[in-house]
């Protein structure tokens, strides 16, 4: 088959590749003129993928990948491209109050004045809101060239019927006999690092419009995928993405919740939830300063965002997880008697271990937290290119030490070394990651979120939790 896969981006690209692997004769397009040159010289513009330069290498050399900035006739459309979320304001001043709601509301540090005394700017923050500017443009530019009995898939993640709703509806108003075209929404479900193993491996939903629909689209997705096709309607295609993201979203959100608890009783809740996943049907995830990414971060938002009065638990896991960077900066002026401290190493801008993906990472909202309230901050992150340098540089002449991100390179730290260049030898720990022993024992003041300040224990290989 001919296939058009809109969107070349983390997602897009390796479909486009794993597509024309298989044999089909893909034509890859993106806006992005920067994107579109450099695959057209054979230079990637996705790193840190396992697999993928070698196969992005076959398939572009053997012509079964082409890209272009405009789509061309095929049989099969996927549309791969971005949907963030964006303040309601910003998108629709009536959706607004229509899903404004009073849990949605950053917690933590509201009033938490910085070194030289002086309060945020003002907290309040308004619902969000899915972008789909991205996809009714992406559907406007395929319009021209689609024809009776063409597949247009939506791999992009959205709000339950969008797919109907906006991509059909697009379609219908540039003059498309949409009755003729066949639909569905195939939502992705990878890990970013592992994408083209994921996309092969993993299990496929895929939901049409109608039972037709499904049944195409699935027998289009068996000629790459390995893993089960399982076909669906396509609502339920989109609420199901949206559901496993909301799912880790409130337990970490409970995690987090669990590790305040922890805090105000002197109790580590890293050892409590090892102890509580021992439990055959209890698994945790891990509380931490915030959520990240593209995906857990977001989805949660465009189910309240189309059930606002029915999903109470679900925006009160957000207003949690968002509150979790200014609860970070309370732990902080804690551990320094009170009063945030001037200046501040921060550890990780990633969103999690050992990846250089930062999208939606909670280190930006505690670094910009930080810098509203005049505290001078140095980042660094091994794996994102703007924040790798000399850890030496980022220590030096600060305060305290903000661990944000559990990379397996500040494992390493050597205490000593670190308590020579970090003046007020402040250690807060966010991740539950740094054994806290050895930085006492070289003179570091140390708290952890989800235990408070530990307290330094004679003889201990760990330092207890003290009540913060
Ligand atoms: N990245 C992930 O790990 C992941 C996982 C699951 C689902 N998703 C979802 O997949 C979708 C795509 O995400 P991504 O991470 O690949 O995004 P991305 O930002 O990496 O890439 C999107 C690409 O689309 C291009 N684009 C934007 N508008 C376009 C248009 N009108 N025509 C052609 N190209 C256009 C952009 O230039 C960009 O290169 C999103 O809905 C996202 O939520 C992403």
């Known amino acids: 088959m001919r296939v058009c896969v809109i969107g ?127 996809v009714e443009a992406a559907v406007r530019g395929l319009a021209p060239h689609v024809k009776p009995g063409n597949l247009v898939i939506l791999e992009s993640t959205v709000p339950p019927r969008t797919t109907e709703d906006v991509v059909r509806a697009t379609l219908e108003r540039e003059g498309v006999d949409v009755a003729r075209v066949r639909f569905a929404h195939a939502p992705e479900r990878v890990l970013p690092g592992n994408v083209v193993r994921e996309l092969v491996d993993n299990d496929r939903i895929v939901g049409g419009l109608t039972p037709e629909d499904t049944r195409l689209a699935c027998e289009f997705y068996r000629t790459f995928v390995r893993g089960e096709v399982v076909g669906t309607d396509a609502a339920t295609a989109e609420l199901v993405k949206l559901m496993e993201n909301t799912f880790r979203d409130v337990n970490i959100a409970l995690a987090n919740e669990f590790a305040k608890v922890g805090e105000v009783l002197g109790i580590d809740v890293w050892e409590a939830i090892r102890l509580a996943n021992r439990h055959p049907r209890v698994n945790f995830l891990r509380p931490g300063p915030g959520v990240g990414g593209h995906c857990i971060a977001v989805d949660p938002y465009f189910i309240a965002e189309v059930a606002p009065t029915v999903t109470p638990l679900i925006q009160t896991a957000r207003m949690v997880n968002r509150g979790m960077p200014g609860h970070a900066l309370e732990l902080l002026a804690d551990l320094a008697g009170g009063r945030l401290p001037g200046r501040v190493a921060v550890l990780g801008a990633a969103y999690k271990a050992d990846v250089g993906d930062d999208r939606e990472s909670p280190s930006y909202e505690v670094i910009r937290l930080l810098e509203e309230r005049a505290v001078k901050v140095a980042v660094h992150d091994p794996h994102v290119e703007r924040f790798r340098k000399p850890l030496e540089e980022v220590l030096a002449g600060a305060e305290a030490i903000l661990l944000l991100t559990d990379h397996r390179a500040y494992r390493s730290l050597d205490p000593c070394a670190a308590g020579r260049l970090v003046a007020r030898r402040l250690l807060l720990d966010t991740r539950g990651f740094l054994e806290a022993a050895p930085w006492q024992a070289a003179g570091f003041r140390v708290a952890r979120l989800g235990a408070g300040i530990l307290e330094v224990s004679p003889g201990n290989s760990e330092g207890r939790a003290g009540s913060g």
């Open 8 to 134: 070349l981006g983390y997602v897009g690209f390796p479909t486009a590749c794993l597509v024309a692997r298989a044999g089909h004769e893909v034509i890859g397009v993106d806006v992005n003129r920067s994107v579109i040159d450099r695959l057209a010289q054979g230079r990637l513009h996705i790193v840190n993928e396992d697999g993928l330069a070698e196969l992005a290498e076959a398939v572009l050399r053997s012509g079964r990948l082409r890209v272009a900035t405009v789509p061309e006739p095929v049989d099969v459309f996927i549309i791969a491209v971005p949907t963030p979320f964006r303040p309601a304001q910003a998108v629709d001043e009536a959706a607004a109050t229509s899903t404004s709601s009073p849990l949605d509301r950053p917690q933590g540090a509201a009033g938490l004045p910085g070194p030289d005394g002086r309060g945020p700017a003002g907290p309040s923050e308004p619902p969000f809101l899915a972008d789909l500017s991205f």
